[in-house]
């Protein structure tokens, strides 16, 4: 029942932009923070940005300050990821990540996505 579905990839070409969006449905979505990933062949998973479930702070990699935002829209159950000025070495797999700790009255979860492909190529 639960589901962490990421859209929104694609080809684009380098300078460009896109935005993907991850949906949860089966779990208290507000509770937890919202992390996006990726991963391109041969290299490390590596965090990308990150969101606090109120939505208030937010951190970012290096490689991606001043170019991407995360944001998250608790009332859709989704977070986003906008992405402008992209790079060739962009291209990966992204996938976003649900993580909430436990509490006294609720259990802890961490759940991920299947992951979509973006491609930045000329």
């Known amino acids: 029942q639960v589901q962490l579905v990421e859209s929104g990839g694609g080809l684009v070409q380098p300078g460009g932009s896109l935005r993907l969006s991850c949906a949860g449905a089966g779990f208290t979505f507000s509770r937890g923070a919202m992390t996006w990933y990726r991963q391109a062949p041969g290299k490390e998973r590596e965090l990308v940005a990150s969101i606090t479930s109120g939505g208030t702070s937010t951190n970012y990699a290096d490689s991606v300050k001043g170019r991407f935002t995360i944001s998250r829209n608790n009332a859709k159950t989704t977070v986003y990821l906008q992405m402008n000025s992209l790079k060739a070495e962009d291209t990966a797999v992204y996938y976003c990540?649900?993580?909430?700790?436990?509490?006294?009255?609720?259990?802890?979860?961490?759940?991920w996505g299947q992951g979509t492909q973006v491609t930045v190529s000329s």
């Open positions: 990540n649900a993580k909430s700790s436990s509490g006294l009255y609720w259990r802890g979860y961490d759940y």
